[in-house]
């Protein structure tokens, strides 16, 4: 949907810049860097971008890349894969286990690539959220301090009772600037999901980063495996109606430049979450290797041996996988585009 401000011929749509530029400059699509693709002046100081700031070392088979450092956007996508938030566990007087974990919105500018701040809201400081994780039965207690500058809520996918959605309207409803509210509920059913806030406007309000994975093991858990978690998203920073950045853990190109380190043989458990906005599908390819496919991680027993496999908006599920050969190997969304922008990266395997 566009917004009037944002009327073609005031803010050339990011589509519309890519193919302009690359009939005007006859390069390749591929060829061209994000700072070419991207707005650089901003009138609704979404984003602020240094002139030619961006980098653009083509230094990956010809695609363009340039990650920014971890230490200078404030979280790091390579910590965030394997970052399992088990919150502060303590017992029940019926003998359950009670996990609890502390939850602040707040604005946050984000340097999410070379010389390209996005004005972001978070939880706790970084995009995605933290990725917590409980086991199936466990009551759980989300103590969530809004601490931003608009109403925000947390919403789960899960199973609890209403007045527990983090919905705008329905029980404590919108979480106002310095409210506190606690969500309380139990850990059903298991299986990889996520949370998000649930605020009007809604995409702009999950679009700025307020999401993240929310994990549940299976009582009886799953089969030792190197586990790890990897939240899709895009970034809209010039305030159109679509995306100028794509990653995966929040920060584009992180993984062409600091590759997911796995070992030869070993199982590879991914948690693959899509909380993508303003774009209907995104995707998930690996090069050189195939996959078992669990749908929202709901069930222990596999619906898809592929190497490729798209989900909707807020579609999430489980990748089982082996690599049986050393070496570096790619893994990116499959639509072009996407991967262009920033979705996209390698695994190293190891002996
Ligand atoms: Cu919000």
Same mark, same amino acid.
């Given at each position: 949907m566009k917004r009037p401000l944002h009327s073609a011929s005031v803010m050339p749509s990011r589509r519309g810049m890519l193919f302009g530029a690359a009939a005007a400059a006859? &390069?390749?699509?591929?060829?061209? %860097?994000r700072g070419q693709a991207v707005a650089q002046q901003d009138p609704m100081d979404h984003t602020t971008m240094a002139p %030619? /700031?961006? /980098? $653009?070392? %083509? *230094?990956?088979? %010809?695609f363009p890349s340039g990650s920014v450092p971890p230490g200078r956007a404030g979280f790091d996508p390579t910590a965030i894969l394997r970052d399992f938030d088990k919150g502060t566990v303590s017992t029940l007087p019926d003998g359950r286990t009670l996990r609890e974990w502390d939850i602040t919105a707040y604005d946050r500018d984000i340097e999410i690539a070379p010389g390209v701040t996005f004005p972001g809201w978070t939880y706790n400081g970084r995009i995605p959220g933290p990725s917590l994780w409980a086991r199936e039965g466990d009551a759980l207690r989300i103590h969530f301090? $809004?601490? *931003?500058s608009h109403p925000h809520t947390i919403h789960f996918h *899960? &199973?609890?009772?209403a007045e527990m959605d983090g919905t705008a309207g329905i029980g404590a409803g919108s979480i106002l600037p310095g409210q506190r509210f606690t969500y309380e509920f139990d850990a059903e059913p298991f299986g990889t999901h996520l949370y998000h806030c649930h605020q009007s406007p809604l995409a702009p309000h999950i679009a700025k980063g307020l999401y993240g994975a929310f994990i549940v093991e299976p009582k009886a858990g799953r089969p030792e495996a190197d586990e790890m978690i990897m939240v899709m998203n895009g970034y809209n920073t010039d305030g159109g109606d679509d995306n100028e950045f794509y990653s995966v853990n929040g920060l584009p190109f992180h993984f062409m430049d600091h590759p997911v380190q796995v070992t030869k043989g070993q199982l590879v458990r991914i948690h693959l979450i899509n909380i993508l906005e303003y774009d209907p599908i995104n995707s998930f390819h690996v090069h050189a290797n195939f996959f078992h496919y669990y749908p929202t991680g709901t069930s222990l027993t596999p619906s898809e041996y592929t190497d490729t496999i798209m989900q909707a908006q807020g579609q999430r599920g489980i990748l089982e996988m082996r690599f049986p050969h050393p070496g570096k190997y790619m893994f990116h969304a499959h639509k072009t585009e996407f991967a262009e922008l920033g979705w996209m990266g390698f695994f190293e395997v190891s002996e």
């Open positions: 006859a &390069v390749p699509l591929s060829m061209l %860097g %030619g /700031s961006a /980098s $653009n070392h %083509g *230094g990956h088979a %010809g301090t $809004n601490a *931003g *899960g &199973v609890h009772r």
